[in-house]
């Protein structure tokens, strides 16, 4: 058995920044985060604001079975309140604060732009959308036009990245420019912005967003950030998560307007791999499994939460350049990939001595609180003063709603969670008791959970078992 294990050791070295002797290969954590995530006093309301319809999955197999798969609701920051809402399934609604009606704005599969969501409904589809900070201002560049990151098979364009290794499907940026930015239904012109093929079924393309508090003329104004997944498949098989060759694993940086002849978008000066021929330039942080979801804080900062393997979920802060571990780290852990001689799966405790340097979490739970982190805002609203300030994010299998506090956080020393308290019609209930539906991936039920916010800075809760949007108010 000593000499399997010396054996291993050394088929290992080649591939692992950091190898322990033979004599103090360190032991699995059972239990990596033993503090436990406590109730908090701060007590909420969810009220019902609206309802989204009804919808099915182009291929069923395999799917959670949800009524709808709403993602995110955001605002179009126009002065107009409306909110929109997307569905995986290809949907995008339309409201506005007084959910008074809802409007189809854009169905993507009847727009002959090659969107598919056949491959895995739980994570293909229509991921993400944004409206450019100028959409209502006539005479800019940005007027009237937003972006959608979805899903197309492979071989329906020349992909940007990885066009030979389009496997499954492929992810895709494009950009919608509507005749009527005020109409309530879109009608217009669109065009193909980016595109990079895709291994496997899942850890694709998520959120896309603009800083929504870049002023006009800045470094960040009208620049797109995009958040893609490692490819999928387990424990990064590509080892994409450590790979500045393809803009996998982390969030991209474009500028959607400033294309030419030879590439649909432009490279901002600033980012921090540009004119590196060995570097893919798009890359603004890398080293993360799966961050389907990110958000800005109003002074700039980007929290970003970011879905673990199978022991730790992560809220990072965003940081130019920054490299966040995966797949040799995990939370403020080691992975098997990350010291060898130790079997995948669980995590270590980290090495002495870092051999490269990494951007550690500036929060962390492990699996015996929840599944999987999805979305997270910091808390700007006036109607909670209680939540002034606080990053509050939600575990998409359980349901719970999490926070801390958003000052001083400090990387590689996670701040202390506590689990925000819901009231459903005048009794304190689980999320995942009011909107929870069967889950596919384990027994019982799963509350597929997201959080949706307004431009006044109010938060909802979104769910996918019943299609229901909830705004969260003072607690009466």
Do not use: C
Not at 55 to 73: C, F, H, L, V, W
Not at 343 to 358: H, M, N
Not at 450 to 463: I, M, S, V
């Amino acid at each position: 058995m000593e000499i399997i294990k010396t054996a291993l050791l050394i088929t290992s070295a080649s591939l692992f920044p950091f190898v322990y002797a033979a004599d103090s290969v360190p032991a699995a954590l059972d239990d990596p985060i033993p503090e436990k995530i406590l109730k908090g006093d701060i007590v909420v309301e969810a009220v019902n604001f609206i309802r989204v319809p009804q919808s099915t999955d182009a291929n069923p197999e395999g799917a959670n079975r949800a009524y709808a798969r709403i993602q995110y609701m955001l605002p179009i920051r126009d002065g107009s309140g409306r909110l929109v809402i997307n569905d995986l399934r290809g949907l995008l609604y339309i409201t506005d604060n007084a959910s008074s009606e809802l409007s189809v704005y854009l169905d993507i599969r009847q727009q002959n732009v090659g969107f598919d969501d056949s491959m895995f409904a739980n994570e293909t589809g229509l991921a993400g959308f944004a409206f450019h900070p100028e959409f209502a201002q006539q005479g800019r560049p940005g007027y009237g036009k937003f972006y959608t990151a979805y899903s197309s098979a492979s071989g329906q364009e020349i992909a940007d990245y990885l066009d030979d290794a389009a496997d499954n499907h492929e992810s895709v940026i494009r950009e919608w420019t509507a005749d009527d930015p005020a109409a309530n239904v879109f009608a217009g012109t669109s065009r193909e912005v980016f595109r990079i093929g895709q291994f496997a079924q899942n850890h694709n393309v998520g959120t896309i967003k603009f800083n929504p508090y870049a002023n006009s003329g800045s470094a960040d104004y009208g620049v797109l950030y995009i958040s893609i997944g490692d490819g999928g498949g387990a424990n990064d098989p590509y080892e994409y998560g450590q790979s500045l060759t393809e803009p996998m694993a982390g969030i991209m940086r474009i500028d959607p307007l400033a294309g030419n002849s030879d590439i649909a978008y432009g490279i901002p000066a600033d980012n921090p791999f540009v004119n590196d021929a060995s570097k893919a330039d798009e890359i603004w942080a890398y080293g993360l499994r799966h961050t389907q979801h990110f958000s800005f804080d109003s002074d700039g900062r980007v929290f970003m939460s970011d879905i673990g393997q199978s022991q730790v979920e992560e809220v990072n802060i965003g940081i130019p350049g920054a490299n966040y571990g995966w797949r040799l780290r995990e939370g403020t852990f080691a992975t098997a990939f990350g010291i060898g001689g130790v079997r995948p799966g669980p995590v270590y405790p980290l090495p002495a001595e870092d051999e490269d340097e990494f951007t550690y979490p500036v929060a962390q739970y492990d699996h015996d609180e929840g599944n999987a982190i999805s979305s997270g805002f910091v808390y700007r609203g006036s109607g909670i003063p209680e939540l002034q300030g606080k990053y509050v994010f939600s575990d998409l299998v359980n349901g719970r709603l999490f926070y801390i506090e958003s000052t001083n956080l400090v990387p590689g020393n996670p701040a202390r969670i506590q689990e925000l308290r819901i009231i459903f019609n005048g009794r304190e209930r689980e999320v995942l008791g009011v909107g929870g539906f069967p889950n596919t991936y384990a027994a019982g039920n799963r509350a597929g959970l997201r959080l949706g916010l307004d431009a006044a800075g109010e938060l909802y809760l979104l769910t996918k078992g019943d299609g229901w949007v909830r705004k969260l108010v003072k607690a009466q």
